[in-house]
């Protein structure tokens, strides 16, 4: 059955939405007259809960508006908690601050009515309690088992609750203390109640053996590493009924000199590219082939539902949990050097200038010639470039494909450089690759490498994603687009005012322009760091909607996921829209059934970047947990009146330097500056700068980090240094960002 609660509220939530009587609200949704006594006790239930209202002439209408909001609950360490409202109307509300005695037993994540209390002013933003918990966001958490008074207890990881959970009988499920376990809430902590109760359903290891940190976040986040049997049963259905020599209804690129270029340790491949130019035009002909995994997965079957729900494969340190099983994810659907494989093909010209003139689309089958990795391309453009391309040519690389390499390398400078002059904005924000030993724990990180090889993938996916897009927007089609709406002008107002205290000359208006040509400024001079994280700080996070707001940071009007349906849901349901057209000459697109969908593959991305993180995190600290005094170089990336955060240039993990440490001088909190100076000596603490700082010291269970300002002085006994005070809870902008 349909679900009504997603579609209502997606309804309700746009921005054209205009108040309609259920049955017309049910008739714009498409709901089935034999569905909608379903349809009505959702909508029922919806504006029991809040979370919609009846206004004039029983039209139904978002709620909010009268004292009462829904949003998602989030409790700092402190026991303050605070409340995100859902969007209204493409709009957020302020965060509701919730006391601890208002806060019932909610739990960080939990879906919440709020009755406002007052609406704040200035720095004091709105109050309110929670009235109702509407929906867990889970009753599973993950925890260190100990016993104390011949009772067990869990101390669930992070500071999602301020006390252990009493688990009753002690070694419940074999559990031995230091254990790493798995808890089924019974009875979520509160004012009556402050443990809470629990009971242990899996053990998941003893602490810090490997693999077992790994396993912790998974189940923390709830991420699902099995697939069911009917769906590995349909997979192998698929794989018995493919062949390679079946290209019916296929355009046949199986003689076309088709490369792969991917990380050197990447497990599917589903991209390959292809590029000549045109003798006598001298235009530029780029075939962009994407895996065809909506061949293999027809909608509603088992595979496609557990697709969807996962919305997207996660990549954490040393494991993948794929969307779909290996035998699609790295088999089938993957495009194996040697192998005839089936893809959708978006055949893209453009002038010698790199200015699209023509695309088309097909059903097609290639056959990989060679398989790159980008340190190899990278090698090979650069012996070419010092040497000439005959030096580059090896026993595995031709002529042929050095100089489709180079074929390639030069449209993709052409492209970039077309990109930035229509305003897209590069951030210089590298990721980091973990080192691990034998044992595989982490002996060590660097920075991941951006170069040419790099851009060239990059260019073409952005241009293939782009033509699809602009081609399924011509069709009148509602699709899933890929939507970065533009920034908050209060922010941009407020980076504007912290690159002119840098000392950068900023305009009255701030357009993409202005920040690109700031970017660029700042890749030569030593607040690099300080603008980019400041400007990522100010920028909105990309969403999928079929709401046509653009892409901001590309400077597209028109953008959507295109290029990697094996890991990401929204380009599936892309391929089976120009799949249609193909077949059919038409295309269809369900509006407000998209807008729930584009939620949900949100939402499942932004739970696959925090387990990510998070888990780099975890393997961070238990790696700098060994190694206390060790002195690094870090970039301030918070400042708070209590203190500055600061991440290691070469470790993603942030650790706190409390202001009670910098015992040099009284330093006073400048917000607008994000900084913190010193009153008497004038020393200051800004947003982006590198400070040199000792790891003092590392809590791996509640994921923090402690940071202090080297100080030679310090080691001469020239300064007295008191102990860390006591850490506060997060900072409230950290809150509702």
């Not at 206004?55 to 998602?72: F, I, L, M, W």
């Not at 059903?363 to 070419?384: C, H, M, P, T, W």
């Not at 269970?701 to 809870?729: A, C, H, I, K, M």
Request: proline share 5%; with cysteine.
């Amino acid at each position: 059955m349909p679900d009504f609660t997603e579609q209502i509220l997606a309804a309700v939530a746009r921005k054209s939405y205009e108040p309609l009587k259920p049955k017309a609200l049910a008739r714009k949704l498409g709901v089935p007259q034999k569905l909608y006594g379903d349809f009505r006790n959702a909508l029922r239930e919806l504006v029991r809960q809040g979370r919609v209202e009846f206004g004039k002439n029983h039209a139904v209408r978002p709620a909010g508006q009268h004292g009462t909001v829904v949003g998602a609950y989030r409790r700092t360490s402190s026991g303050l908690g605070f409340v995100r409202p859902h969007l209204v109307e493409g709009k957020a509300g302020a965060d509701i601050a919730i006391r601890e005695d208002d806060s019932l037993d909610a739990a960080t994540g939990d879906e919440v009515l709020v009755k406002v209390l007052s609406k704040g002013r200035g720095e004091a933003g709105p109050r309110g309690e929670i009235l109702q918990i509407l929906a867990r966001a889970t009753r599973q958490f993950v925890g260190t088992y100990f016993e104390r008074d011949g009772d067990g207890h869990v101390r669930v990881d992070g500071t999602v609750f301020s006390h252990s959970i009493y688990v009753g009988d002690p070694g419940a499920k074999g559990a031995r203390p230091d254990d790493k376990v798995v808890l089924e809430m019974l009875r979520f902590p509160s004012q009556e109640d402050y443990r809470g109760e629990g009971v242990i359903i899996e053990v998941l290891g003893p602490r810090g053996r490997p693999g077992v940190d790994t396993l912790s976040i998974i189940r923390e986040y709830g991420l699902p590493d099995k697939f069911p049997e009917d769906v590995l049963e349909e997979a192998r259905a698929a794989a018995a009924a493919f062949r390679e020599d079946d290209l019916a209804g296929r355009t046949d690129f199986t003689g076309d000199l088709v490369i792969t270029i991917d990380p050197a340790d990447a497990r599917d491949f589903d991209d390959a590219v292809s590029l000549l130019i045109d003798p006598r035009s001298k235009h530029w002909q780029l075939a962009v082939h994407i895996a065809d995994v909506a061949h293999f997965c027809p909608p509603g079957g088992a595979l496609d539902k557990e697709a969807r729900k996962r919305g997207t494969s996660v990549y954490l340190p040393q494991r993948v949990l794929p969307m779909f099983p290996e035998i699609i994810s790295n088999s089938l659907a993957s495009l194996q050097q040697g192998r005839v494989r089936y893809v959708k093909s978006a055949l893209i010209d453009f002038t010698p200038a790199g200015q699209r003139t023509r695309v088309g689309f097909h059903d097609g089958a290639i056959r990989a010639r060679k398989r790159f990795n980008y340190d190899q391309v990278s090698q090979i453009l650069e012996v070419a470039e010092a040497h000439g391309a005959q030096r580059a040519v090896t026993a595995d690389v031709d002529e042929e494909l050095v100089a489709l390499l180079l074929r390639m390398r030069d449209l993709a400078m052409i492209l970039r450089k077309r990109r930035r002059k229509r305003g897209a904005l590069e951030l210089n924000m590298p990721e980091v690759e973990l080192e691990y030993d034998e044992q595989g724990r982490v002996s060590g990180a660097h920075f991941a490498k951006q170069d040419v090889s790099h851009q060239i993938i990059e260019e073409f996916m952005l241009a293939a994603n782009e033509a699809v897009a602009e081609h399924l927007a011509g069709l009148g089609v509602a699709f899933l687009r890929r939507v970065h709406p533009a920034p908050d002008p209060a922010k941009l107002e407020a980076f504007r005012d912290f690159a002119r205290g840098l000392g950068y000359k900023v305009e009255k208006t701030v357009d993409r322009f202005t920040l690109q040509r700031i970017l660029e400024q700042s890749a030569a001079r030593p607040d690099m760091h300080a603008v980019h994280y400041a400007l990522l700080r100010s920028l909105k996070q990309a969403v999928y909607s079929p709401d046509e707001e653009g892409h901001y940071a590309l400077a597209s009007e028109t953008y959507c996921h295109f290029t990697s349906p094996i890991r990401r849901y929204p380009d599936l349901t892309v391929h089976r829209q120009l799949g249609q057209w193909l077949l059919t000459g038409r295309a269809g697109g369900a509006e407000a059934e998209l807008h729930a969908l584009g939620q949900h593959c949100s939402k499942m991305e932004r739970r696959a970047d925090l387990a990510e993180r998070e888990l780099i995190k975890v393997k961070l600290l238990a790696y700098l947990e060994e190694r206390l005094g060790t002195e690094l170089e870090v970039i301030i990336t918070g400042v708070a009146d209590y203190g500055f955060f600061g991440q290691a240039e070469q470790f993603p993990v942030e650790g706190l330097v409390h202001v009670s440490t910098l015992s040099d001088d009284y330093y006073y909190h400048d917000e607008a500056a994000h900084s913190l100076t010193g009153r008497r000596t004038g020393r200051t603490y800004r947003l982006g700068d590198k400070v040199q700082v000792k790891v003092v010291r590392v809590d791996v269970q509640r994921r923090q980090l402690d940071f202090r300002v080297s100080d030679r002085r310090r080691e001469r006994g020239e300064v007295r240094e008191e102990p860390p005070r006591p850490r506060p809870g997060r900072r409230r902008h950290q809150e509702s960002e």
